[in-house]
């Protein structure tokens, strides 16, 4: 069964569109996760996600918290995500949500080698081992697959 999985920070949530969101994160402030606004049209998202769902796909998150965060910190931005995703995208039911500590292999998620990841960076893009897309291409490859 083929999974596709979606990065949150740059992919799906415009973290980087947070103000000050650097700062805060290096303060250990995770309000700029939960404060970032979508990417895309979620709703046309959530619905290609669940009528992929309904034909046998599986979809996942696949999310690292900051860099050099404390465990306190690392547990604070897993459920600031987890806030982002239940606010933003309540219809879907997600099969995974592996929000991990930063750097963690994304690779080391799959659950077979067709599976799909949506990411911003480039350099994970390059790592995985199924398809791998960049953001834009995210409402594009779902219509084709649904």
Request: net charge negative.
């Amino acid at each position: 069964m083929r999974t596709i999985w979606f990065d949150m920070d740059g992919t799906i949530a415009d973290l980087y569109g947070v103000a000050d969101w650097l700062p805060k994160l290096r303060a250990e402030d995770a309000s700029p996760y939960t404060e970032a606004k979508p990417m895309l049209n979620l709703s046309l998202l959530a619905r290609y996600l669940n009528k992929l769902q309904a034909c046998g796909y599986r979809i996942g998150i696949i999310s690292w918290t900051a860099m050099y965060s404390s465990g306190d910190y690392h547990q604070a931005v897993r459920a600031a995500k987890q806030i982002w995703l239940k606010e933003h995208l309540p219809s879907v039911n997600w099969d995974y949500v592996h929000i991990t500590i930063y750097g963690w292999p994304k690779e080391a998620w799959m659950k077979a080698t067709d599976d799909i990841l949506f990411d911003d960076n480039e350099t994970i893009r390059g790592e995985w081992y199924g398809e791998a897309y960049e953001p834009d291409q995210i409402l594009s490859v779902l219509k084709g697959l649904a």
